[in-house]
């Protein structure tokens, strides 16, 4: 290969590492708390939908474009709205989320926002317990509680004053309603996207319209337990009342490499739907 090529394609990879990092253009980079001090800021938990998987130019990380604690500016994140009411916080941004999450890793996520002390912090698990697996893999409703439970115990020994905001699980149904008669999510979902739901999307088979129903059952049992453990956990915890469970979203909203996790537009809608539940009731 001739060595202007080489370093073309050098060049290349180099943009794309960097848009997804930076997510097109960014406010300032986050920076963490002392330990001990309260910080102040805005700390998301839970799984790839929070760290802005599949917004950039790759299927990759990029938290930049989260809906939660996202800086990039063309996602109205809920860390940027916060900068619009207190300019003080500029930097106390704080994203443990992690690709591929299920509840059970709550509690350790929890226990590392602990350390940067934020005074807001945002929960969204609950599609990796379904999509892991076939059907039979997902975890028990119970356990799901339970480990949920975990997780908030560790928020509320350690930062008893920080606010926190438990979303719902978006309709993964409606998902594969809107995208099972579109060949290139078709074809994208067959590598083994969240196999419970999306294996054989386009069948009719009575075993399969079962399996997604049961998919769509699951889903709301867990945002019913997500709901109560919000709940239990007292007056610093709102729930979003199944604000982006209700999100009506179309494959525009969805990236065009797994046709699975929100887009730019998707994380945009996303923090737009949940932002309103911070002051509800407050």
Not at 179 to 207: E, F, Y
């Amino acid at each position: 290969m001739p060595r202007r090529w080489v370093t073309a394609v050098l060049c290349l990879l180099a943009l794309v590492v960097l848009a997804c990092e930076n997510g097109g253009g960014t406010a300032p980079s986050p920076s963490p708390g002392s330990p001990g001090t309260e910080a102040g800021g805005i700390a998301a938990l839970g799984d790839s939908i929070s760290t802005g998987l599949g917004s950039c130019l790759v299927v990759a990380p990029c938290e930049r474009n989260s809906w939660s604690t996202g800086n990039s500016l063309r996602v109205e994140s809920h860390y940027r709205r916060l900068l619009d009411q207190d300019p003080t916080i500029r930097g106390q941004a704080f994203n443990h989320a992690q690709a591929g999450a299920r509840a059970s890793a709550l509690a350790g996520q929890a226990e590392q926002a602990t350390r940067d002390r934020p005074d807001r912090i945002t929960v969204l698990i609950g599609a990796n317990d379904v999509c892991h697996g076939e059907v039979t893999a997902m975890t028990p409703v119970e356990t799901f509680r339970s480990q949920v439970d975990r997780g908030l115990r560790v928020l509320k020994a350690e930062l008893p004053k920080a606010r926190l905001l438990v979303v719902s699980i978006p309709d993964l149904y409606r998902l594969w309603e809107v995208g099972h008669t579109n060949d290139r999510a078709v074809r994208a979902w067959s590598l083994g996207i969240c196999p419970a739901l999306l294996k054989n999307p386009t069948s009719t088979d009575p075993a399969d319209r079962s399996r997604r129903d049961a998919v769509r059952e699951r889903v709301a049992d867990y945002n019913n337990q997500l709901a109560a453990a919000c709940t239990a956990y007292g007056s610093r915890c709102r729930y979003d009342d199944g604000a982006a469970h209700q999100l009506r979203f179309t494959l525009d909203l969805v990236n065009a490499f797994d046709w699975f996790h929100p887009n730019l537009a998707g994380q945009e809608r996303l923090a737009e739907v949940t932002w309103g539940a911070w002051e509800r009731d407050a």
